[in-house]
């Protein structure tokens, strides 16, 4: 079956450290995109990738790193210059544009600074 | 600026009929999504209004009106599976999709 897979799911990171979010697609979707989702607001827009070797920055894209090698890969790069990176992380993929077709969101990765 | 409204938290009965209201103020506007997310997990596409007017999926329903920046979903014979967030997110075009902060849905029996 295809879909989107983040990993891990749950994941703690001292302070000062670098830490990767996994995302994997099998959709054949060209877009693919990072948002973080916080208690009480809206999901924010992190990157987004429109096609391989290509990213753009959202909204909140700070202290964050991303790299688009394959079309199925997204991974995201928490650094240590997020101040505040405790969070709910989605990935999500669709077809170009999204358009009528929405997005597919992987399952999430729990982010806890300790 | 991007503004979206939707009330924080709705209770409703089992088998009841509820309607979720989302007001909108958006630089451009292509079409308005609303999205499921149960706690703790992904948000999961429900529905895409492009034109005005109400589209009905079984259970569910979206009602959009672009020129009152307002859109509405319409649970139907609701379940204790439906108590969930509820995420109104206009698409403003390109790679733009603009998510409300969402409603928090409680189904009681």
């Known amino acids: 079956d295809g879909g989107i897979t983040q990993s891990p799911k749950y994941l703690f990171r001292k302070e000062g450290q670098n830490v990767t979010l996994s995302c994997e697609q099998n959709?054949?979707?060209?877009?693919m995109y990072w948002y973080r989702q916080d208690p009480g607001q809206g999901l924010r827009l992190i990157y987004y990738?429109?096609?391989?070797?290509?990213?753009q920055k959202g909204d909140i894209a700070e202290g964050y790193s991303v790299s688009r090698e394959k079309k199925e890969s997204f991974p995201l790069t928490v650094t240590s210059a997020q101040k505040n990176p405790t969070a709910f992380y989605l990935c999500?993929?669709?077809?170009?544009?999204?358009?009528?077709?929405?997005?597919?969101f992987g399952s999430g990765t729990r982010l806890t600074v300790v | 600026g991007q503004n979206i409204d939707q009330p924080t938290e709705m209770t409703a009965t089992e088998g009841a009929i509820v309607q979720i209201n989302c007001t909108y103020q958006t630089s451009g506007f292509n079409g308005l999504f609303w999205y499921q997310q149960h706690a703790g997990e992904a948000p999961t596409f429900l529905s895409y209004?492009?034109?005005?007017g109400l589209e009905e999926k079984g259970r569910f329903s979206s009602f959009l009106s672009r020129s009152k920046g307002y859109s509405y979903l319409l649970l139907k014979e609701l379940q204790m599976k439906d108590s969930a967030s509820y995420l109104c997110a206009p698409y403003t075009g390109g790679f733009k999709t603009i998510f409300g902060a969402g409603t928090r849905l409680f189904v009681k029996a």
């Open positions: 990738s429109q096609i391989v070797n290509d990213f």
């Open positions: 999500a993929s669709s077809r170009t544009g999204q358009g009528n077709y929405g997005y597919t």
């Open positions: 959709l054949n979707h060209d877009a």
């Open positions: 209004n492009v034109l005005d």
